[in-house]
């Protein structure tokens, strides 16, 4: 029950707003990179190239976040997580 309902929160979320699949896995991207939940992010890397990214934006999404919210060793480490996840 709990999961479904979850569920339900990200299908309203998701529907809520003009942003495309893309651009808001991008902000989810962002989001766990920002506190560096791996499993998070790389389960968002499939879902944005999916959803029509090229793994050139995922890293500019990253990237973005070097001096705002992250330093350059988590930077680097989501960039690896990128490189591991997608060819």
């Known amino acids: 029950a709990v999961a479904n309902a979850f569920r339900g929160v990200r299908e309203a979320a998701d529907a ?3 942003l495309t699949a893309k651009e808001r896995e991008f902000c989810l991207l962002a989001g766990f990179a ?6 998070g992010f790389r ?3 499939t879902r944005a190239t ?9 890293e500019q999404v990253v990237i973005l976040l070097l001096g705002t919210s992250l330093g350059l060793v988590p930077v680097v ?11």
């Open 16 to 18: 809520h707003g003009s």
């Open 34 to 39: 920002a506190t560096r939940n791996e499993g």
């Open 43 to 45: 389960v968002h890397c």
């Open 50 to 58: 999916q959803a029509g990214a090229m793994v050139s934006e995922i």
């Open 77 to 87: 480490e989501a960039l690896s997580w990128v490189h591991d996840e997608l060819p």
